[in-house]
């Protein structure tokens, strides 16, 4: 249960917000600031569209969001990950602000391991904010931001059983119970593996659990969530090209004995009220704890590595909303938000022989705390023209300890980082609105980079400055659609090194990322829907740093010109789905020289059927990769390419009750 919200934050044809498929109108659980009144390209996942998909993991749901790109690194509980706008997922420069439940769920350098939290069953929308004008997150909310919304409340029962491709079994249940003012939402899942390469096989459990209490027919509303996961994994490492071709799905000698343990647990308490008519209040206190311990062989030429993180993260968040409705000005809201995170860090290395530790390269325990605040007016001064200027500040402490050679480091001093935002949209006509949007975000380093470890000055933050010009449309009562073109630069952009021993990054220099988005959704009968994205972009190195002058003028690394989707869902009788749908993209360059060649394009088809035995109990049958088609995911080590072969064809059977 939510609290109302206003018109202009419900995802109306005046908002640039867009969701996915068939529109399902339900409720908005994220508070009284809505995802959806952002004024910048949003696009809202439904349940209906994530929970029949055959995933290993949460990453590969956002295949199906425009503009979003998937790299797949194949290599146990290092899956894979997503990105967008121009920014590539190699961990590196780490853009996107994840989000469970509103629970930030980044790890420190920004990658994303606690995105499997949520167990697919319980999965009731992902919402993709793309863009530097939302002011709600300040750190990692470099290009944009998603938020994985599980369900909450209601009465349901719902299992599913699944056996597929590569030995793959697959259980999960969610359950549902909601009685005076009470609510429990329970899910479990457990997946088993052996995985399409040799030396893959992979093992995975997770809970999730919510329960939440509103004394006053939803006016307030007060809650716990727990979460834990647990994942252990081989890893079948990369090949050379020559090795790629001859044979995809072997595993090298030298990563016999490699491989992964996970486990992962977060813990929020979250409350949300009406103060008097006009005021709504949220809060939320919440931690992350993750431990990790990989063993990882990049090629024959180098050293098992065993990399051990353990990090905690404890947060608050607390945000205002006032409705001051009609004033002299027009129609006025205007939302103001604090938040804090407290990470321990810890971050160790070791050269083994078959697990077995030889020497110690890294011990580090470093502190990072990060504060921040944002203040956002909402202003229709007609009921066409909506306004929303906004401002956000963040400042970051901490410390660092070398515990290899027993000396510590202060943070850099950036000072007040200040992210000034602006957006506007008109309506034109029914069915038809003008959006734009400007605005600041940031960067600082991550692992040692954000410390005086090689400097005795402080280093300034990394401003990314982006703007966005957009329509929607929806010209039929069936079709609608939104094209927009964005920019985005940054000052001087740093990227982590990722196989530093010192955990140290090196600076690109100045950056621009561009390019244009069109989106469009159709339901032309009430059997038959359709949906297609596409997003072409460019990258480019406007000023090297000095260390790198040969990079001046070329394309960022593994950035595709061409992202796309589409796909079809048809309904032939109310027992009977059909859907099919192909993702892809064009090749990308290994590193930011451009001379080592393209590498990573793809067009994946997948279809699926599913047919109702009786009202609670469905069938399907998926095909992903339809027409086996070889793809992979490339990276250069500074003197070869190694290759990491995609999923061949892969078929699912599922069973699925609901009651």
């Known amino acids: 249960m939510a609290l109302a ?31 959806r009144s952002i004024l910048t390209s949003v696009d809202v996942l439904p349940r209906e569209r994530i929970e029949d998909q055959a995933v290993a993991n ?14 797949e690194f194949g290599q146990g509980n290092t899956s894979g990950k997503f990105s967008m706008r121009g920014f590539n997922g190699e961990g590196e420069i780490n853009a996107v602000k994840l989000l469970i439940d509103g629970v930030p769920s980044n790890s420190n350098d920004g990658n994303m391991p606690y995105i499997d939290l949520a167990p697919l069953l319980d999965i009731e929308s992902i919402e993709v904010v793309r863009g530097t004008n939302d002011p709600r997150y300040g750190l990692h909310n470099i290009a944009g931001n998603a938020n994985i919304q599980t369900k909450s409340g209601g009465n349901y029962a719902t299992g599913r059983l699944a056996y597929g491709s590569f030995g ?12 005076g003012g009470f609510s429990q939402n329970y899910a479990v899942s457990y997946q088993k593996s052996d995985g399409y390469r040799d030396h ?78 006009d005021l709504y209040w949220t809060a939320q206190a919440y931690m992350n704890d993750l431990d990790d311990r990989r063993y990882v062989t990049f090629s024959a030429g180098v050293p098992q590595q065993e990399r051990y993180v353990a990090e905690n993260h404890v947060g608050a968040s607390t945000t205002l909303t006032w409705r001051a409705g009609d004033t002299a000005l027009g129609n006025l809201t205007l939302v103001g938000g604090l938040n804090m995170e407290r990470q321990d860090n810890r971050s160790e290395r070791y050269n083994t022989v078959r697990q077995v530790r030889q020497s110690r390269t890294r011990n580090q325990q470093f502190d990072f705390d990060i504060h921040g605040g944002f203040i956002q007016a909402v202003l229709r001064p007609t009921k066409d023209l909506t306004i929303t200027p906004a401002y956000r500040v963040d400042a970051v402490s901490g410390s660092y300890a070398n515990r290899l050679n027993g000396t510590n480091y202060d943070i850099n001093d950036y000072g007040l980082i200040e992210q000034p935002k602006l957006s506007a949209v008109y309506k034109l006509a029914e069915g038809y609105s003008l959006y734009g949007n400007w605005g600041r975000s940031f960067q600082v380093g991550v692992g040692t980079a954000a410390y005086k470890v090689n400097q005795a000055d402080d280093l300034a933050p990394s401003i990314n400055e982006g703007w966005e010009a957009g329509m929607k449309f929806r010209p039929l009562g069936w079709l609608e659609g939104r094209v927009a073109v964005w920019r985005q630069t940054a000052s001087n952009e740093a990227r982590r090194r990722l196989n530093d021993p010192a955990n140290d990054a090196e600076n690109i220099g100045e950056t621009r990322r561009q390019g244009v988005d069109v989106q469009l959704n159709a339901q032309p009968t009430a059997k038959l829907g359709l949906w297609a994205g596409a997003a072409l972009q460019r990258s480019k190195i406007l000023k090297a740093d000095a260390a790198s002058v040969q990079t001046e003028g070329k394309e960022i690394d593994h950035v595709p010109h061409l992202l796309y989707n589409l796909g079809a869902d048809y309904r032939p009788s109310d027992a009977l789905r059909l859907s099919a749908w192909m993702q892809g993209q064009s090749g990308y360059y290994l590193e930011r020289t451009n001379t080592t060649g393209k590498f990573g394009g793809y067009a994946l088809v997948n279809v699926s059927a599913a047919y109702r035995v009786s009202k609670a109990v469905e069938v399907e049958l998926q095909v992903r990769n339809l027409g086996d088609r070889y793809y992979e995911y490339v990276w250069y080590d500074g003197s070869q390419s190694l290759h990491a072969p995609g999923s061949p064809r892969s078929i699912h059977a599922m069973l699925t009750a609901r009651f």
Do not use: C
């Not at 949460?58 to 790299?71: D, E, K, Y």
């Open 58 to 71: 949460n990453w590969q749901l956002f295949g199906q969001v425009p503009g979003v790109m998937l790299t």
């Open 200 to 277: 893959s096989a992979s093992e995975k459990a997770g809970f999730s659990g919510k329960w939440f209490y509103s004394p006053d027919d939803g006016a307030s509303r007060y809650g716990l969530i727990v979460r834990h996961r647990e994942a252990t994994a081989d890893e079948a490492g990369y090949l050379t090209r020559a090795q790629s071709r001859a044979d995809p799905e072997m595993s090298p000698a030298h990563n016999a004995f490699d491989s992964d343990e996970r486990r992962m647990t977060q813990v929020a308490a979250q409350a949300e009220t009406v103060i008097g008519e």
């Open 168 to 179: 793959t079994r697959d259980a999960q249940a969610a359950l549902g119970i909601e009685k």
């Open 5 to 35: 919200l206003p018109a202009w934050a419900q995802g109306g044809a005046d908002v640039p917000a867009l969701t996915l498929g068939e529109v399902v109108v339900s409720g908005d659980a994220s508070g009284p600031l809505a995802t």
